[in-house]
């Protein structure tokens, strides 16, 4: 496929998506614009399975935003409104995927399947996250990672087993799916194992951050999501380097 043909692949995915997810109430005028930025970067710098798979993502999370929405409206626990997001939380869950699209381009390693690995591993951590945020709500038995003493549901930093499992269950299949993607003829080895276990690390590292500092208003919600994606990513880069 030739540049000028990708690019304007690229802009209507991206177009598509923004208007569709702005028509349905998934995101909001703000979310809407900015969905379409983070994705037309991480089109142009990165490749277009980085974004098929950014975009697989984004389904799986207004999935799971919608599931038993009534219950976790009537709680207060939703997002938004509707369950609606903001171009706050689109940056915050796109600012590092985009920054290793850039930072690869720049380097020249878009093409490596190293930087498509750490990629994953950001990828693998929201959406380890963005689930078990949205099930484990669900659970009345939540507890504070920190202390292990019982909390509300939705309190910065509660865990409990359900959530868990589903930050454990959202690594893995967004790894699968991820890889899938990336590599769609090539049966996995043992590098698919870092995006899965980065992914849900750096989940639980959220829970640390959102039991300490974000607790104590040292960091925003927002900042915390980009930081453990940001954590995930690097320990993956470590890792990947080691074995590859």
């Given amino acids: 496929m030739s540049p000028a043909w990708e690019l304007l692949l690229v802009l209507t995915l991206c177009g598509v998506l923004s208007f569709i ?16 930025g983070m994705g037309v ?21 207004f999935l799971v935003t919608r599931y038993r929405f009534e219950q976790k409206e ?15 939380n689109v940056v915050a869950n796109g600012l590092v995927p985009a920054a290793i699209a850039v930072g690869s381009y720049v380097l020249g390693y878009q093409d490596e399947p190293l930087a498509s690995l750490v990629y ?23 507890r504070l990672i920190t202390t292990m003493r019982p909390v509300a549901p939705g309190t910065n930093g509660g865990v409990s087993a359900y959530g868990t499992a589903w930050a454990f269950l959202g690594a893995l299949l967004a790894s699968l799916l991820g890889w899938a ?12 194992a870092v995006p899965i276990l980065t992914g849900f690390l750096g989940c ?15 960091i925003s919600k927002l ?5 453990s994606m940001a954590v995930a990513a690097g ?5 990947l380097y080691a074995l590859m």
């Fill in 223 to 227: 900042g915390n999501n980009m930081v």
């Fill in 120 to 142: 994953l591993c950001a990828i693998a951590e929201a959406a380890s996250d963005t689930i078990a945020s949205e099930l484990g709500v669900l659970s009345p038995r939540v």
């Fill in 181 to 192: 993607i990336l590599f769609p003829f090539q049966w996995p080895d043992i590098t698919l």
């Fill in 21 to 36: 997810s702005y028509r349905f109430g998934l995101l909001d005028a703000s979310g809407s614009m900015a969905s379409f």
């Fill in 74 to 88: 009537a709680r207060g626990l939703q997002e938004g409104t509707k369950g609606e997001r903001n171009y706050r």
């Fill in 41 to 61: 970067i991480i089109g142009v710098f990165g490749s277009l399975s980085w974004l098929v798979m950014l975009i697989a993502f984004a389904l799986a999370g």
């Fill in 235 to 239: 320990l993956g880069l470590v890792l």
């Fill in 204 to 218: 639980n590292v959220d829970s640390l951050i959102g039991a300490t500092w974000e607790r104590e208003g040292r």
